[in-house]
């Protein structure tokens, strides 16, 4: 059984900074694309970052120099740390399994968590 747990949401004052934990049980994410993504109220999904298979990340032109992924095999873990926040950053953020990434779909989703920025 899969399980991606999100956390280290919260509400934050822009230019403040959070770090998002995606704890993953059920699947190895070592070797393997995971991401992140993010929607807002009224808006598309969108992926702001993700780490391929052999480490190489890519993050969103809307986060870049803002926002790193990384990963922790040893406690098969994903972050997402985000500094310097703005208000447009609000969203509901989710890690994600995917089965390639850049256009790879996604085959496990975690059921998210929130971010405000004021």
């Known amino acids: 059984h899969v399980q991606l747990v999100e956390s280290g949401g919260g509400s934050v004052q822009a230019g403040g900074s959070l770090r998002l934990s995606c704890a993953a049980s059920?699947?190895?994410?070592?070797?393997?694309?995971m991401a992140w993504s993010r929607q807002a109220p009224g808006k598309e999904r969108e992926e702001v970052a993700s780490?391929?298979?052999?480490?190489?990340?890519s993050v969103a032109d809307s986060v870049k120099g803002r926002f790193a992924i990384s990963k922790d095999s040893a406690t098969n873990t994903l972050y997402l740390q985000m500094n310097r926040l703005k208000p447009e950053d609000t969203a509901m953020y989710a890690c994600?399994?995917?089965?390639?990434?850049?256009?790879?779909?996604?085959?496990?989703w975690g059921q998210g968590t929130q971010v405000t920025v004021s």
């Open positions: 994600a399994a995917k089965r390639w990434c850049w256009a790879g779909p996604v085959i496990y």
């Open positions: 059920g699947y190895t994410i070592s070797g393997r694309c």
């Open positions: 780490i391929a298979e052999d480490g190489t990340t």
